[in-house]
């Protein structure tokens, strides 16, 4: 069932003014922990580790973060069986509490929109690289109909329900940190709605069991900001929450629950993708008891349910100049890990899911 936009919590509110670094590290503890050296190696130092003040981590291991080392700090893992340098961490929030007898608020960790930015990059490079993708033999054979005519779009495209052209390639990813050897989809296609209709869509967590047939409910649990849409806004403008969503895909007794962020914010001339959005979400660890695990576990009784990470998902959507107000490209990128879907079936999920996905889309134009 969708969550309705009144029970969503709006735990946390639009940070105007970011703390500087040295300003967390004065309500930030300090550990004799691994850290970046801004030079090649991980070394043990003192410094400020947010581990008790952030409840919600992503991973970075994959993200090049040597040159903002003096602004990026790591936290310490939020589980005891995340060491390495492998599973590098960052906190998210950074709570605050003014009164002894005032509930904890969180605010955005100050090294959080770096991190985000850096994510977005990694994103764009990943959808743009064609090295790391093999297209199926249908898209095959459709981009090589493409190169003989010159085209780079098909303008005849509609978009909508009759249109179920879905060019797909599968990959994997170079960098050796974390699920580097589980493979991921890329897809692709036209979409008969505007780039901002869509993008609205897709941040909407009332509106993804629409789209999303696997789907069976998001909820807003951290919301650090929302003005992407808002009138007026400036050019940083985004969107950047932490949902809790579940899904039940066919074939599989199981319900899968995904702790996620999602930023999105629009596309910028040095992005070098034109006009549009781009969104990127990963799977967050929350040290809060109740969204450690799932909390049903059914067994003979139901489905059980099981966390599954979202490695990297990008949603790259892209205004077809000529077509503003009528459809769009969409371009997405799938990485997913479920250590209780076997991979055979997890890969024929994941291909299905990103047709379906794009399809699905379409019948609401």
């Known amino acids: 069932m969708a969550t309705r936009s009144a029970d969503i919590p709006q735990l946390v509110e639009t940070v105007s003014g970011m703390m500087s670094i040295s300003e967390s590290s004065s309500i930030g503890s300090y550990s004799n922990r691994t850290v970046y050296d801004g030079k090649s190696s991980f070394t043990k130092g003192r410094q400020p580790s947010f581990q008790h003040q952030s409840s919600s981590f992503i991973r970075v291991c994959d993200l090049d973060i040597s040159s903002h080392s003096d602004s990026i700090v790591l936290a310490d893992p939020p589980k005891a069986d995340c060491e390495g340098t492998k599973n590098q961490w960052i906190g998210l929030d950074v709570a605050e509490k003014k009164s002894p007898k005032q509930q904890q608020s969180h605010q955005i960790s100050p090294c959080a929109p770096k991190v985000l930015e850096l994510l977005v990059k990694n994103g764009l490079q990943a959808i743009a690289d064609d090295s790391l993708w093999v297209p199926d033999s249908a898209t095959e054979a459709i981009l090589k109909e493409r190169k003989r005519t010159g085209g780079q779009r098909i303008n005849k495209a509609h978009g909508t329900s ?113 006009e549009g959005y781009v969104a990127v979400c990963r799977a967050v660890d929350k040290t809060c008891k109740d969204f450690k695990e799932p909390k049903q576990t059914g067994g003979m009784f139901g489905p059980t349910v099981v966390r599954s990470e979202i490695l990297l998902n990008v949603h790259l959507i892209t205004v077809i100049p000529g077509f503003e107000d009528s459809k769009c490209e969409m371009t997405n990128i799938n990485h997913l890990k479920s250590s209780m879907v076997p991979s055979f079936i997890a890969k024929k999920l994941g291909l299905s899911a990103a047709v379906n996905f794009l399809n699905d889309i379409r019948a609401l134009c």
């Open 162 to 274: 009759s249109d179920t052209t879905v060019l797909i390639w599968t990959g994997s990813f170079r960098h050796q940190g974390y699920g580097n050897d589980i493979p991921a989809v890329r897809s692709q296609g036209i979409v008969g709605m505007s780039a901002h209709k869509l993008m609205s869509l897709i941040a909407d967590s009332s509106r993804v069991t629409e789209y999303n047939k696997n789907s069976t409910g998001r909820r807003d649990l951290q919301v650090f900001r929302n003005d992407l849409f808002s009138s007026g806004a400036d050019q940083n403008a985004a969107i950047t929450k932490v949902m809790l969503s579940t899904a039940q895909p066919p074939l599989v007794r199981l319900v899968l629950e995904f702790l996620t962020l999602l930023h999105a914010r629009k596309l910028t001339p040095q992005d070098g993708c034109g």
